[in-house]
């Protein structure tokens, strides 16, 4: 069965400070599809970035950049330089053949002024 | 915007009653997803439609139920409702199933 954990329940960093955000999956598929949302104190869950199992390459899009190892079955979300605007519950998630995505709890990211 | 609307986004009423929750997908997406998140279950998959039909289906109660229409606007009914349900409820739509799912605002369901 499918699972994503991240362990990381609530972070705090100071505005400026690097910041990563764990996630772990378990799967007994070859193909999924890993993913992140944010969802900011508006409510609404704003699309990050979607990875498939065969493509490990690391991405990054300015201040952001996700790690996808899966020796450790980690997908990993760096912010460089957070910003107050980054505060927000950051969720990763994990989709078998596309059709059932199963969401972590969450990470609520509190940048500071 | 992720250009999907759902309606209405504040929904107030009681133990036993019935709402339905509409969703309109992103233009040209075939698939639509509903979900729940509540304090204590988080995010959770509820149920899949494709062009008109169900796909896959998650922790979706009995008393709930949702259809695809031929224009592909999705419609989620709660029935015979519970304090518990009350719950942010959202729709999220994709182009083929497989990609990248687009969420909706999200409708606010408050059961007293």
């Known amino acids: 069965a499918q699972k994503v954990t991240q362990a990381q329940t609530e972070i705090s960093v100071v505005e400026k400070e690097d910041v990563t955000l764990d996630c772990v999956y378990e799967?007994?598929?070859?193909?999924?599809?890993l993913f992140w949302y944010k969802q900011p104190p508006s409510g609404e869950l704003v699309f990050l970035i979607r990875?498939?199992?065969?493509?490990?390459q690391n991405e990054i899009s300015g201040r952001y950049s996700w790690n996808f190892q899966k020796s450790t079955s980690s997908f990993n979300f760096t912010i460089t330089a957070s910003q107050v605007v980054d505060s927000a519950v950051y969720f990763c998630?994990?989709?078998?053949?596309?059709?059932?995505?199963?969401f972590g709890a969450g990470t609520r990211l509190t940048v500071k002024p | 915007d992720s250009g999907v609307t759902q309606t209405p986004k504040h929904l107030i009423t009681a133990t036993g009653q019935r709402v339905t929750l509409r969703c309109s997908p992103r233009?040209?997406?075939?698939?639509v997803y509903w979900y729940q998140q509540s304090l204590d279950q988080g995010l959770q998959f509820l149920i899949q439609?494709?062009?008109?039909?169900?796909?896959a289906k998650g922790n979706i109660l009995e008393r709930f139920s949702a259809q695809q229409f031929p224009d592909l606007h999705s419609e989620l009914n709660l029935s015979s409702l519970e304090l518990g349900d009350s719950a942010l409820y959202f729709c999220?739509?994709?182009?083929?199933?497989?990609?990248?799912?687009?969420f909706g605002p999200g409708t606010r369901l408050t059961v007293l």
């Open positions: 999220a739509s994709s182009a083929d199933g497989y990609n990248e799912q687009f």
């Open positions: 439609y494709y062009n008109g039909e169900e796909r």
């Open positions: 233009s040209g997406d075939l698939s």
């Open positions: 998630a994990l989709s078998e053949e596309g059709n059932d995505m199963r």
């Open positions: 799967t007994r598929d070859t193909t999924y599809y």
């Open positions: 990875r498939n199992s065969f493509d490990e």
